[in-house]
């Protein structure tokens, strides 16, 4: 019969146990072989019995019965690797194979050395077993855990722990070394356990690390090195194991075991076992920090090989725009000799109004601050906007937008932050917000000018928290959006008025951008012409048609209330109603005519007097000649025929303001005494008296420019 030999791991401790004969019984009674402390077990608990080929396991009719790997059994075999469990007692059956020594009947002598033979090869097999599964293991936080039970099962220790170095900061000692840290401790049982207290770094682990040096102590208590120490009964050390850890041939830390309850728990063999697998130890690794390390630069490398890509896809961009200048030859967009950095798609204009948006575009669209888009309504401010999205760092997010003038106040609420289910009446569901759907994008609040103070104040405190409260909503969340916002009127004098917050509009108006109106563009209207011509062409699968040339002159007298909107409208209408070649007869004819419905008279009043029709003909000349000369007043009145005092006198009769004046302008008339001045119109009631009463003051010759019908 073989001999029996089980493990019994008993309230933290544990003990190998060796049996030349059988029946082995096991309960609480004082004659047991193995003797329990544990409440649940019973006096005469169970008994291992041997049979002809092997053991069994025999309940003795327990109170709490006996388990086998989990499961409650009577009698039944048993096999080596079987776990019996009696209350919180774990034993292990390790019996000894058909090879050993007290089976081949050898003498105690004999026996005794045959044993550390088996014992050495056991060992060994189940060292080289431990480092195939080591070196199979390619992450770091799962091998270290795999080395510190490895080293609690060849060493039959309570527990083991991993201790690494830091990064250079200075030694425990204070040398300039790195410091050690705890990496993980765990005990027989697999299971993760407290660290030691900071001492055993500094008492046992530092000395190993620093001399490289393995460290055996058979009983803290009665060593000589640790006689002094008097933080041994504090960590409770009885039997130590350590030993350096070597990565890339340089110590990188420390494994170590102990025994709390067992003095004389390790041998020099146990050592030698111990630094065995630390060798292999080191070797994986460093192994999992290269394979970590690869991992790394293979992240860095796909990341800059994505910011490559899209730096190339900007690139065939800008070669595209670039040889479609070259192919027509006419002047790059923007700058003297270089188109705009990205191909604005939809953004057509070669004026020097025009250049400036572009230039001013490919600035904005490399940050990632809000911006106001500021300019009459028709100037494509959604277009322009969307620009900014599509080559900005957030155009791979959602592109959101909105009107705010679309939308009556509770509305435009719900729909900018959500709302959730019963929040008010008709809320039958809960429901994002535009800053929820625009989360990693941009967001454009069109006609902001137009929200109230108390949307003002929501959207404030949105931009000033980064968090949203959908209505009804317990807690905000946070949200990452771009902003950009439009208006159609001056922010500025809204502010100014009160009727936009000032705090608002700083944080609104970290970018600002003036969009040109056309009439200060003019020189764009042919390009805009033939885009939208094509385009709609191509929509309605018709040829494209020829512009005349005169054509194009009637459009550059037009002073454009509607700006680009109202000249893709008019495009429209030639695509339907013109015939191939869209002649001056194919314009409206209040673009012909140079009104509006800005400008048309109110029902009722198409008649009226003749000095009040004159007064309507008078004031509409004067408005098509300052949307022809915006920034030149001189020239203005030079198309009109009449002095600049007039022409500044006339404006501020009808209330009419221009854009900034040329520098210097101011003195080419001379000022009041030049032409138009007192000689010529006499004063006030001389100008445009509707009576004629000018005639009697002088002012019928070729100089009187305001009175009767001459002033028209």
Known sequence: MARLKITVFEDGARNDLVFERVPVTIGRALGSDVRLKDPRASRRHCRIEGIADGFVLVDEGSQNGTLLNGTAVERTSLSPGDVIQVGKTRILFEQPGPGSASAAGLPPGEATSVDAALRERDDLHALVRINRALNAEPALEPLLTKIVDAAVE?????????????????????????????????????????????????????????????????????????????????????????????????????????????????????????????????????????????????????????????????????????????????????????????????????????????????????????????????????????????????????????????????LLASELFGHTRGAFTGADRARKGLFDLANGGTLFLDEVGEMSADLQKKLLRVLEDGEVRPIGADAPARVDVRLLCASNRELGDLVRSGEFREDLFFRLNVLPLRLPPLRERIEDVPELVDHFLASFCREAGVPKKRVRPETFEVLARHAWPGNVRELENEVRKWVVFAADEVGPDSVSRSIREGTSLRHAPAPGEEGGSLPQRIERVEARAIEEALARFPTNKTAAAKSLGISRFTLQRKMAKYGMKSGDETPGEAEEEGGPEGEGGHKGEGGPEGEGDPEGEGASKGETGPKAEGGGEEGA
């Not at 090195?225 to 504090?234: G, K, Q, T």
């Not at 700058?335 to 230039?359: D, T």
């Open 154 to 410: 060849l060493t039959r220790a309570e527990r083991g722990f991993v201790i690494l170095e830091n990064a250079p900061a200075g030694g425990l000692g204070g040398g300039t070394r790195p410091a050690l840290r705890y990496e993980l401790a765990r005990n027989f049982a697999g299971e993760p356990v407290a660290m030691p207290p900071a001492k055993f770094l500094s008492r046992i682990a530092e000395p190993v690390w620093r001399s490289s040096r393995p460290l055996l102590v058979v009983d803290a208590g009665e060593d000589e090195r640790f006689r002094e120490a008097l933080s041994i009964e504090e960590m409770r050390l009885r039997s130590v194991m350590a030993v350096a850890l070597p990565v890339g041939g340089a110590p990188a830390g420390v494994l170590a075991v102990d025994h709390r309850l067992r003095a004389g728990a390790f041998s020099e063999d146990d050592l030698d076992l111990l630094d065995a697998l630390a060798q292999q130890a080191g070797i994986a690794i460093a192994n999992a920090r290269r394979l970590e390390e690869v991992r790394r630069q293979n992240e860095e490398i796909e990341r800059l090989n994505r910011a490559l890509s899209r730096r190339v896809e900007d690139q065939e961009r800008e070669l595209v725009a670039v040889k479609a200048e070259l192919g027509s030859g006419a002047p790059a967009p923007c700058g003297v000799g270089r188109g705009p950095r990205h191909p604005y798609r939809g953004i057509v204009g070669r004026s020097a109004a025009m250049r400036e948006v572009f230039r001013a575009l490919d600035r904005l669209v490399a940050v990632d601050l809000p911006v106001l888009l500021e300019g009459e309504s028709g100037t494509g401010k959604e277009l322009i906007a969307r620009a900014i999205h599509e080559h900005g760092p957030r155009r791979r997010g959602p592109f959101v937008a909105e009107s705010c003038a679309a939308l009556p106040d509770h």
